[in-house]
């Protein structure tokens, strides 16, 4: 079974993930960010985790420790319910389209963190939400979850569009690189 529970309590936060990584993409996600929690429930549908979320942060200060900290502690449910990583594909890439929006998602599930980030944003805002605070989430997210991650901007302008073709595109690669379709480990290593 492909699960764990986390929780991450700061001055500035409190936050508590459960993901199934052998889930149906079924979400309930309360960050105290409207914007994050559409993205993160389209990110468990297309990854076809089930995902529940809940956070607290100081909001009326700025929203990037709750957005951070939320990146942190999915990464470490991520890595924690994926534990050794036996027989999964461990690489997968995607141009995920949304309306004019085209992203490029790669991932290596490869026990080394490393975000390679490359979006343009038309807007330093999607409705209230920042979205400098999308390089920070994928970033903590990629840092705790133990991946490589690649998100390159192709082509597009709407800021929204590209936001959500992002987090779609990197939920669908996530999904193909954890599932299970081998014996042995995914590594001439043997291990992540």
Partial sequence: MRRAQVERRTAETWVRVSLDLDGAGASRVHTGLPFLDHMLAQWAHHGGFDLDVEAQGDLPVDAHHTVEDVGIVLGDAFSRALGEGAGIARFSSLHAAMDDALVLCAVDVSGR????????WNSPLVGAFPTELVEEFFRAFAVHGRLTLHVVHVHGRNTHHLAEAAFKGVGVVLGRAVRVERSGH????GVL
């Fill in 186 to 189: 995914p590594s001439t290593k």
């Fill in 113 to 120: 963190p490393y975000l390679y980030w490359e979006m343009r």
